[in-house]
């Protein structure tokens, strides 16, 4: 999941882009170019990256294209002919040719509102990572959702778990085990013999992560994916490789469920700013509140949507007030799992019983943060997050 060099970057001579009409499921990209050598290459790279990539032989065929194809493709042999049209602007255009570029394609290249030129074979990497973007149909994220406890063993890992199962209703799930000194989250799920990729195989991953091999890649019981820690010794997790994970989690997710590490560092707070809402799971006594003050002042600072899950009974503060000291909306608050840990030890998951209370408070915080379809339901998502999906 290293990073991939990009090709150059054109800068708009016109300011800002006209709006680009938003791309269709159905609609293919586009590219535009009579070079039988260019044709074979794009096509080739295309099928690697799992997308149907339409051809247009001329200016005008392209112009027809040019309003619906979520990608344009313009071959260094047609620029100068399209320039020559003073096509609308529009997002996601670029110039690709072979070899050295001439000089004047990059002035073919603002004609056309290009926002890169690319050189085969050289951009090749980059030119697959484009096209799997727009077959992992990266119009519509998934919300993701951060789970935090406020203090040790508040219940944050136990009620991600629950809350990734809980959102399955709404499409499919991935959670996210962000934390590697945590039980695993598999475990708690009851999946650790599943078989499929943990923490330690993506991060020896290189490029960008796509949406359609994370879901292919990782252990998955029914609607319900997971990324987690090996069994056998940890790995350490780092920012760029959550931010892939994330990244393509909600490209290919309705709904990203992170169990957060309740530790400050880098990890978390990448973790918290693509968070469309953080979770903080508090317990109702005096010291677990203490904490989750704690944790809310340096941890939280940089979420955009907060809010509160209290766990306990009679006897404890009362949730309300510890939504007021917190200065966190109470989302639900919930009293103790009967049965929990004897469910967890058998292997059965923490919603064994779907009327339990646990599952009953999964399914309220669902209700109120996932909308219909895996969207963020009320608030909008953080603006470098979909200045990312928009890109
Ligand atoms: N909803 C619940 N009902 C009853 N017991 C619970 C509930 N949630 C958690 N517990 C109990 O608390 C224990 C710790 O829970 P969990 O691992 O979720 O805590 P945590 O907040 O993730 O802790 P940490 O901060 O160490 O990651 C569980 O093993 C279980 O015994
Ligand atoms: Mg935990």
Not at 2 to 25: E, F, H, M, Y
Not at 345 to 370: F, I, Q, Y
Request: hydrophobic share 45%; charged share 20%; net charge positive.
């Amino acid at each position: 999941m290293r990073p991939t060099t990009p090709p150059a970057r054109v800068a708009s001579p016109t300011g800002p882009l006209a709006d680009t009409p938003s791309a269709t499921a159905s609609a293919a990209p586009v590219l535009v170019s009579a070079d039988e050598l260019l044709r074979s290459d794009v096509l080739r790279l295309a099928a690697a990256a799992g997308v149907v990539v339409d051809v247009a032989r001329d200016p005008s065929t392209a112009l027809r294209r040019w309003p619906v194809a979520p990608v344009v493709l313009v071959g260094a042999d047609l620029a100068g002919a399209l320039a020559a049209t003073a096509p609308p602007r529009r997002a996601g255009v670029h110039v690709l040719g072979h070899g050295a570029l001439p000089d004047d394609l990059f002035r073919h290249a603002l004609g056309v509102g290009a926002e890169s030129v690319a050189a085969l074979p050289a951009s090749e990497t980059w030119l697959v990572e484009l096209l799997t973007d727009v077959g992992d149909g990266a119009a519509t994220p998934g919300v993701t959702i951060g789970v935090l406890a406020g203090s040790g063993g508040a219940g944050a890992t136990v009620f991600a778990c629950a809350l990734a199962q809980a959102a399955t209703t709404r499409g499919a799930a991935l959670l996210v085990d962000a934390d590697p000194l945590g039980p695993g989250s598999d475990r708690v799920l009851g999946v650790e013999g599943d078989a499929g990729v943990r923490w330690d195989a993506m991060l020896q991953a290189t490029g960008r992560l796509s949406a359609r091999s994370l879901r292919e890649s990782l252990p998955r019981r029914g609607a319900l994916s997971v990324l987690t820690w090996p069994a056998d010794g940890s790995a350490s997790l780092q920012p760029f490789a959550l931010r892939e994970v994330l990244s393509a989690g909600a490209r290919g997710f309705g709904c990203v469920v992170v169990d957060l590490p309740r530790r400050p560092g880098k990890v978390v707070d990448e973790a918290v700013s693509r968070c469309d809402h953080v979770v903080l799971v508090c317990g109702l006594t005096v010291p677990a509140v203490a904490a989750a003050s704690r944790i809310t002042r340096t941890l939280l600072a940089g979420a955009v949507s907060r809010h509160l899950v209290t766990r306990g009974g009679a006897g404890g503060v009362a949730p309300a007030e510890v939504s007021q000291v917190l200065g966190i909306p109470l989302l639900v608050a919930m009293t103790d799992q009967r049965g929990l840990d004897e469910a967890v030890n058998l292997g059965a998951g923490p919603l064994r019983s779907p009327r339990g209370r646990l599952a009953r408070a999964a399914r309220t915080a669902v209700g109120r943060l996932v909308g219909p379809g895996g969207t963020a339901a009320t608030v909008g998502r953080p603006v470098a997050a979909r200045l990312e999906a928009a890109s």
